[in-house]
């Protein structure tokens, strides 16, 4: 084989020298030393397996048992909105994320 001969890359369409040629084990290309994806492809990607997914410990107390938590935490919200400057929230004021307007 000649010492200056070439090969044009399957990926990218680059001319690479001959000696430098990697067949990639995925795909069966024949690509340049740094355009090989080594074993993986669109079929064995990383990307395409499922999420390892472990059972986690549920929340303690996620939802208020009952009203008086709610009172209570919203009556720390309205003293720390009030130190601010700001106006009170009621239990039920009708707001809903529609109503938010971020400047």
């Known amino acids: 084989m000649a010492r200056k ?3 044009i890359s399957d ?3 680059f001319r690479f020298r001959y000696s430098e040629r990697v067949r990639e084990p995925g795909t069966g290309y024949i690509v ?3 355009e090989s994806d080594g074993e993986y492809n669109l079929v064995t990607s990383p990307l395409n397996k ?3 997914i472990t059972s986690r410990r549920p929340l303690r107390d996620a939802r208020p048992p009952n009203d008086e938590q709610i009172t209570s935490s919203l009556t720390n919200i309205n003293t720390t909105r009030a130190a601010l400057g700001l106006p009170e929230i009621e ?3 009708g707001w809903v994320p529609s109503d938010t307007i971020v400047t």
């Open 50 to 52: 499922a999420p390892k």
């Open 5 to 7: 001969a070439f090969f």
């Open 11 to 13: 990926r990218s369409g």
């Open 32 to 34: 340049g030393p740094n």
């Open 91 to 93: 239990g039920n004021d």
